[in-house]
């Protein structure tokens, strides 16, 4: 009976394929949009989270201010050299600690000059942030110790002061600094927040707070954790060593924050998981629409075959069995849409994501959700329609011209 | 339903109208379509319908083929009381043991002879191999071997009248229930299916009941029955004459 259904359905529908395929193209569209977009949100959710990952899995990063939003906060005084070696010296889970403070600046090298950042650190700041020395060498310990005008520079940098000459030994200047280069960085491509990690100068701290920044202050202090140790107790740990050196009552609320890789790429996708999830509704909203389509048709359609639903019903079809062929019929035309949705998504999907660099990621269970609200819209929308046609009186139904 | 014997003789009716009345509307529009008709059916007669436009021979036509019910009255198909069954038991009825022919074929577009055929065969669950066999035998009883696949568009009147035909006799219904079948056909067409009639009639003793105008039609039956302002006027049997 509901096989015998199916194929009545789509005879009909097959003898109207201008109409069905209009009728379908409401869905295709719903379902094409909603799948696509989320497949490349997930892709883009991916990229960031690979990027994150990248950055050193056990990082941490410790930050003056109370966190509102992306990056710094507002309030609390910067660090100083000391607390990081405090972190270093007191917390034992703790495999390397860098501080860090960066700034904007100009490198010049002969007659090229190209804006970039400067940071100032220390040799841990490569094991921590999971950077590598390409060519030449990293700092030295007197270096650091007596603030050497020396500096590290990434890919980025290299290729736009000196072509593909190389740099050791050659000297750049930053501001009134001039400094020698005694390494290149591995070349890390792309960051998750959208700058490059490549487009680099890395100069021992003290160099930094003496010749950069005129201070003695920290921006940040980055570390990364041994293997195997929960980020939330170190969290903890941090958390009390930094209030007792930042002198904080029991009332008062941190002026500092620390963020685990965790939560730095909770926040960082969070904002395209929210877009995926606007646009998706958005999507599903016009995925409704073309149920409401469909309805509108099966409704024509209904008034149009009267007679022929009048004759069904005197050959001796039963309301039940009237119903189901309508319905059916809504149902084929709305997941066939859905089929054809599913199958122009994915294409879309591959294209956009070659376009936009992000890695494509098939979502199977959007996919299997998308076909089968397609074919409840069906079931709804058709219901309606089909319950028109079961409850025509046969008489009136086959004097209907 | 099924579970009813028909082991009717010839002398008990096959349908029986007991004072059966049809209204239509209330109050001041009220109109009444059949004032109270009684009529037996025996079966293997070949019955004419006659009378004016509004004289109740269509209202009678639905009651008698259970597309409609009477206002009051009692119908009684091979015993059973058919105004007191559901809009769906009276589907049953029909697509068990009545056949319909129109006057507009009511033929599917766009669907071949053989679907066409088919289609009752369909709600009764035949199985597809027996339901392509049976359609195929009766569109050769109705003449059309070999047109199986055309579809209505490419058929003449009468041949699409003659689909109609085979359709309705495909279930090998007890009543074939024909309303106008020559309306929309020229004579020489009116004459073959009238023909085709007969024969089912005499061959396999459907019982016809068929509605017309013409007199010309109606003397292929053997009882004439005319109906004025919703009663029957006249019964004429031509067979007790002969």
């Known amino acids: ?401 | 339903m099924s579970a009813v014997g028909f082991d009717l003789g010839n002398d008990s009716p096959l349908i029986e109208l007991c004072n059966i009345t049809k209204v239509y509307g209330t109050g001041t529009a009220k109109m009444t379509a059949l004032g109270g008709v009684d009529l037996a059916l025996y079966p293997g007669e070949f019955v004419a319908i006659m009378g004016a436009s509004g004289s109740g021979k269509s209202t009678c036509m639905n009651i008698l083929g259970c597309l409609d019910t009477p206002t009051s009255g009692a119908y009684k198909f091979c015993g059973i009381e058919v105004s007191k069954l559901t809009r769906n038991q009276r589907a049953q009825l029909r697509r068990h043991y009545l056949g319909f022919i129109f006057q507009g074929f009511n033929l599917l577009n766009r669907t071949s002879a053989l679907e066409n055929v088919e289609l009752p065969l369909v709600y009764r669950g035949e199985h597809r191999r027996r339901r392509r066999k049976l359609a195929k035998s009766a569109l050769a009883q109705v003449g059309l071997a070999g047109w199986e696949h055309h579809t209505p568009g490419e058929l003449s009147g009468g041949q699409q009248q003659r689909v109609a035909i085979a359709r309705a006799i495909v279930t090998e219904p007890l009543v074939l229930l024909a309303d106008e079948p020559t309306g929309n056909l020229d004579s020489a067409r009116s004459v073959e299916i009238m023909e085709l009639l007969q024969s089912f009639n005499r061959e396999h003793g459907i019982t016809v009941v068929m509605v017309t105008h013409e007199a010309d039609m109606a003397a292929y039956a053997g009882r004439t029955i005319h109906f004025k302002d919703g009663l029957i006027e006249q019964d004429h049997n031509h067979k007790e004459q002969v």
Request: glycine share 10%.
């Open chain 1, 1 to 401: 009976m509901i096989s015998n259904a199916f194929i009545l359905a789509l005879r009909e529908l097959y003898r109207n394929k201008m109409r069905s395929f209009l009728t379908m193209l409401g869905i295709i569209i719903g379902v094409g949009a909603v799948i696509s977009l989320v497949t490349l949100g997930g892709g883009a959710t991916r990229q960031v989270t690979d990027q994150i990952s990248s950055l050193g899995s056990n990082l941490m990063m410790v930050m003056p201010g109370r966190r509102m939003g992306p990056g710094q906060g507002g309030g609390g005084a910067p660090f100083k050299l000391a607390d990081a070696e405090a972190i270093e010296r007191e917390i034992p889970s703790i495999r390397a600690v860098a501080p860090t403070s960066a700034s904007a600046i100009t490198a010049i090298y002969g007659n090229e000059n190209w804006s970039t950042t400067v940071t100032g650190t220390t040799e841990r700041y490569f094991d921590v942030s999971n950077l590598k020395i390409e060519d030449g060498r990293s700092f030295t310990e007197p270096e650091i110790r007596s603030g050497a005008a020396v500096c590290i520079i990434g890919a980025t940098v290299w290729e736009n002061l000196f072509g593909h000459q190389n740099p050791i030994g050659s000297k750049i200047r930053l501001n009134k600094l001039s400094c020698e280069i005694i390494g290149l960085l591995e070349s890390k491509g792309q960051s998750s927040m959208g700058s490059d990690q490549d487009d680099t100068v890395i100069i021992p701290l003290r160099t930094y707070q003496r010749r950069i920044s005129g201070t003695m202050d920290v921006n940040v202090i980055r570390l990364s954790v041994k293997d195997g140790i929960s980020t939330d107790k170190m969290k903890t740990e941090i958390g009390y060593l930094m209030r007792e050196r930042r002198h904080l009552s029991d009332v008062e609320e941190d002026d500092f924050s620390v963020m685990d890789m965790k939560e730095i790429s909770t926040m960082l996708t969070g904002t395209t998981k929210v877009l995926t999830g606007l646009l998706g509704a958005v999507a599903a909203v016009s995925l409704l629409v073309g149920g409401i389509g469909i309805m509108n048709i099966m409704m024509v359609s209904v008034t149009e075959r009267t007679r022929e639903i009048g004759t069904r019903l005197a050959i001796g079809a039963l309301e039940r069995e009237v119903l189901l062929q309508f319905l059916v019929e809504a149902i084929v035309l709305s997941s066939v849409g859905g089929l054809i949705g599913i199958a122009l998504a994915v294409m879309t999907a591959l294209a956009a994501s070659n376009l936009l660099q992000v890695p494509f990621i098939l979502n199977v269970p959007i996919i299997l959700e998308s076909f089968l609200f397609s074919g409840v819209i069906g079931i709804v929308f058709g219901f309606f329609p089909a319950r028109k046609a079961a409850m025509l009186n046969p008489i009136e139904a086959l004097r209907h011209e």
